[in-house]
Nanobody, 121 residues
Framework: QVQLVESGGGLVQFGGSLRLSCVASGNINRINYMAWYRQAPGKEREWVAGITHVDFANYLDAVRSRFTISKDSAKNAVYLEMNDLRPDDTGVYYC???????????????WGQGTQVTVSP
């Protein structure tokens, strides 16, 4: 019913920048919450940043001054602008949405397929 397509990952040098995008399509009524998670090799997936449907944003302390999450509600899209990237930012980045489907009052979670971000020293 809902598909999430991520893009924007890649290989970047220490101190570089990347912008991740995640666009949702399908039977969507409203997206209540949009977030980015990441998973480094051998580690558990961790929350990085999130933004509510009223634009309240919050960040993992380690990225707070370097990453910016934003959204375009008309496009059902969420973005993550990442600046001053470091090797420990390396991992697979996943978008995560909590949304309402048309004709349904329950909130459902959805995950993107993941996009690789690699930061070289």
């Amino acid at each position: 019913q809902v598909q999430l397509v991520e893009s924007g990952g890649g290989l970047v040098q220490f101190g570089g920048s990347l912008r991740l995008s995640c666009v949702a399509s399908g039977n969507i009524n409203r997206i209540n919450y949009m977030a980015w998670y990441r998973q480094a090799p051998g580690k558990e997936r961790e929350w990085v940043a999130g933004i509510t449907h009223v634009d309240f944003a919050n960040y993992l302390d380690a990225v707070r001054s370097r990453f910016t999450i934003s959204k375009d509600s008309a496009k059902n899209a969420v973005y993550l602008e990442m600046n001053d990237l470091r090797p420990d930012d390396t991992g697979v980045y996943y978008c995560h949405l909590k949304l309402l489907l048309l004709g349904d009052w329950l909130e459902y979670p959805y995950w993107g397929q993941g996009t690789q971000v690699t930061v070289s020293p």
